[in-house]
């Protein structure tokens, strides 16, 4: 009678300890889930003239109810900064400020960082920009995938575009090349990512390194979640809570297209998605939140694990 009697406490407190198992995992799930921030878009001057001039009555959404969750990964910020002192050939002790406010490394550059999520900054003084033997295009976008490869997987970056800065014609004299900025836009999920996601490479005077914006990261899965019906989104679009990336003033343009993509603010940690809507013409094109969003993000339909 007493082992059966101390068997059923032990499985009670087995139960008992379970139950509160499963409470904290779920509890933690939940935070996790509810720190997802919701986007904040930008106030856009000509919003209400898209919201009156354009409507979303005949787009046709993408078939997918749920999509994924991205944050940055955690970084070994020290770690990180060793590497980004050897590739620009900086001293060991070169200090870091951050990407909005960088500190001097040299006598003419600055370098910026943010531990959390491992973007960085490096700016050189125009005096590196004198344009003279700035090498062609391709030798400048070789430059950059070599550089870059050192401290990112570059096979995952796509291929660049470079785009020249170019001196002004003075004496008569043509302008030229002062230096090209090799961009990368990585993908995720093969899909777009607006805001501010992207790494660029500034190749100067005899193929130097003249400047870094490192504001793409690597990134992990934290949670799948449910996307908003039709009439959520477009009350958000009647209520200007979208962003605007293309307007060519428009006139009632009929907005047609829409696919799912992701967005990410050069200020947070997560990449989230986002239907990307666009006019029959391409002239005008807008981005809303697409994620459901519930009542503190309990609309998360699975946990990455």
Not at 35 to 61: A, R, T
Request: aromatic share 8%; net charge negative; charged share 25%.
């Amino acid at each position: 009678m007493k082992k059966q009697l101390y068997s059923r406490k032990i499985g009670i407190a087995a139960l008992v300890g379970a139950s509160i198992l499963i409470f904290v995992l779920l509890h933690f799930c939940r935070m996790s889930i509810g720190k997802i921030p919701e986007l904040e878009f930008s106030g856009y001057v000509n919003q209400s003239d898209i919201v009156n001039n354009c409507n979303l009555d005949h787009v046709k959404f993408p078939p997918e109810t749920a999509c994924a969750v991205y944050k940055l990964k955690k970084v070994d910020s020290a770690q990180d900064q060793k590497n980004i002192r050897k590739a620009l050939g900086l001293d060991e002790n070169a200090k870091f400020g951050t990407v909005s406010d960088p500190m001097p490394a040299s006598s003419t550059a600055v370098l910026g960082y943010d531990t959390e999520s491992g973007r960085w900054i490096y700016q050189t003084d125009l005096a590196y920009d004198t344009g003279e033997n700035v090498p062609e295009k391709q030798k400048a976008i070789q430059i950059a995938n070599d550089f870059i490869s050192n401290l990112y997987p570059v096979e995952t970056l796509g291929n660049p575009t470079a785009i020249a800065d170019m001196s002004g014609e003075e004496r008569n004299k043509p302008s030229s090349v002062v230096r090209w900025n090799v961009f990368y836009y990585p993908t995720v999920e093969n899909r777009p990512v607006y805001g501010v996601f992207r790494i660029c490479i500034a190749v100067g005077a005899e193929g130097k390194i003249v400047g870094v914006e490192k504001l793409a990261g690597e990134y992990e899965k934290i949670a799948q979640v449910q996307l908003s019906d039709l009439r959520t989104i477009k009350n958000r679009f009647l209520a200007q809570d979208f962003l605007c990336t293309r307007d060519e003033s428009p006139q009632n343009r009929k907005m047609e297209q829409a696919e799912l993509g992701f967005y990410a603010d050069v200020g947070g940690e997560y990449i989230q998605p986002v239907y990307v809507v666009s006019s029959n013409d391409g002239m005008t094109e807008i981005l809303i939140d697409a994620q459901n969003r519930g009542e503190s993000n309990e609309n998360a339909v699975s946990r990455s694990r």
